[in-house]
């Protein structure tokens, strides 16, 4: 099985590996913002090479994968000052603002009018989930380390997941 029970009640699920290995975690790039976190993997989605690597959540080097939007919606949040995902921002009206410094927050409003992300972007942040691509070769180095999708990249492979779906 690809999940087990570990202290406190919380599940936590493992991807294989070729190689025998099971990751969970790893470290994912945004590279348009110029941001790296650590963020939980949640699926594989897609692999140009072999469907039954997909079926069997394998990662490998380019497979295609979802993980948990959680650390880089965060990040945006405190960096821009503004909510990313559509859903949330109407939420965030209700919550009170937190109390930052005369600087900090000028810092803040001065990166405003730069705090646009793609329309695709912004809709896989309202469920939670980004689509990233596996860049490390997770078998050989025991870490799966990659970059989120975005741009023509992401509406690339939007089209082949649809198509997949669809067949």
């Known amino acids: 099985s690809c999940g087990f029970f570990a202290g406190f009640g919380k599940q936590w699920y493992q991807r294989r590996v070729r190689g025998a290995l099971r990751l969970d975690t790893g470290n994912f790039a945004w590279a348009s913002e110029g941001a790296t976190r650590k963020a939980r993997i949640m ?6 090479s ?3 690597l997909v079926r069997t959540k394998t990662l490998v080097k380019n497979c295609i994968i979802q993980i948990d939007a959680t650390p880089f919606r965060q990040w945006y949040e405190a960096h821009y ?5 559509r859903k949330k921002r109407n939420e965030e009206k209700t919550e009170e603002e937190v109390k930052k410094s005369n600087h900090v927050q000028r810092k803040v409003d001065g990166r405003k009018a730069e705090s646009k992300i793609g329309q695709l972007l912004d809709d896989q942040f309202n469920t939670g989930r980004l689509y990233a691509c596996v860049a ?3 078998g050989q180095s025991g ?7 975005e ?13 997949k779906k669809s067949k």
């Open 43 to 48: 699926d594989g989605v897609y692999n140009a």
């Open 50 to 52: 072999n469907n039954e």
């Open 81 to 85: 000052g503004v909510t990313a995902g």
């Open 136 to 138: 490390s070769r997770p």
């Open 143 to 149: 870490r799966c380390d990659g970059y989120i999708l």
């Open 151 to 163: 741009g023509r990249e992401l509406e690339f492979y939007l089209k082949k997941i649809r198509m």
